[in-house]
T-cell receptor
Framework: GNSVTQMEGPVTLSEEAFLTINCTYT??????LFWYVQYPGEGLQLLLK?????DKGSNKGFEATYRKETTSFHLEKGSVQVSDSAVYFC????????????FGTGTRLKVLA | EPEVTQTPSHQVTQMGQEVILRCVPI?????FYWYRQILGQKVEFLVS????????KSEIFDDQFSVERPDGSNFTLKIRSTKLEDSAMYFC??????????FGPGTRLTVL
């Protein structure tokens, strides 16, 4: 079945460092790919998405490109801030039918001032 | 901006008791979901609901679980006889026509 593999955390970075969180997927068909962020004590918020190969999703300085050839959707940000500290989840929608999500394990990011 | 809401934020119950977790999806959404996240583990799909019936359920969603949309706004998850292993964060989500789901803040269920 479809699956998502995400790099283990926690990831600890200094402010203004470059961030990469790796995400690879296994899927039949053509799922959409998502990054969600969970701040402490809050729910899952959509960060960005991409719906087809070579699409780049971007939001709040974060980017991820849907790479079909490497089945990857790595999250990047050029300069992280303390306020980016959160747990980041990679997910794919699982067509056809209900489009339920399959999530990765989540990666905790801690940014130090 | 409209958002998905969930109540309660934290529910503590005794093993064997019934619990009902409540969600109010975004008002013009058509598809509804429940997920759960056991502490330290990944978010797992439980069930999807469309047009007043279950459209898909996972292996986790056994006979102890049920869902209902009792009126035009609420979407509930009932666990008939809770077990210790049901302790988790439960997330409700909804979507309209695209495949982007919007999540509520979650209900933390603690079974003692």
């Amino acid at each position: 079945g479809n699956s998502v593999t995400q790099m283990e955390g926690p990831v600890t970075l200094s402010e203004e460092a470059f961030l990469t969180i790796n995400c690879t997927y296994t899927a039949t068909g053509y799922p959409s790919l998502f990054w969600y962020v969970q701040y402490p004590g809050e729910g899952l918020q959509l960060l960005l998405k991409a719906t087809k190969a070579d699409d780049k999703g971007s939001n709040k300085g974060f980017e991820a490109t849907y790479r079909k050839e490497t089945t990857s959707f790595h999250l990047e940000k050029g300069s992280v801030q303390v306020s980016d500290s959160a747990v980041y989840f990679c997910a794919l929608s699982d067509p056809p039918g209900t489009y339920k999500y399959i999530f990765g394990t989540g990666t905790r990011l801690k940014v130090l001032a | 901006e409209p958002e998905v809401t969930q109540t309660p934020s934290h529910q503590v119950t005794q093993m064997g008791q019934e619990v009902i977790l409540r969600c109010v999806p975004i008002s013009n959404h058509l598809y509804f979901y429940w997920y759960r996240q056991i502490l330290g583990q990944k978010v797992e799909f439980l069930v999807s609901f469309y047009n007043n019936e279950i459209s898909e359920k996972s292996e986790i969603f056994d006979d102890q679980f049920s869902v209902e949309r009792p009126d035009g706004s609420n979407f509930t998850l009932k666990i008939r006889s809770t077990k210790l292993e049901d302790s988790a964060m439960y997330f409700c989500a909804s979507r309209r026509m695209t495949d982007t789901q919007y999540f509520g803040p979650g209900t933390r269920l603690t079974v003692l």
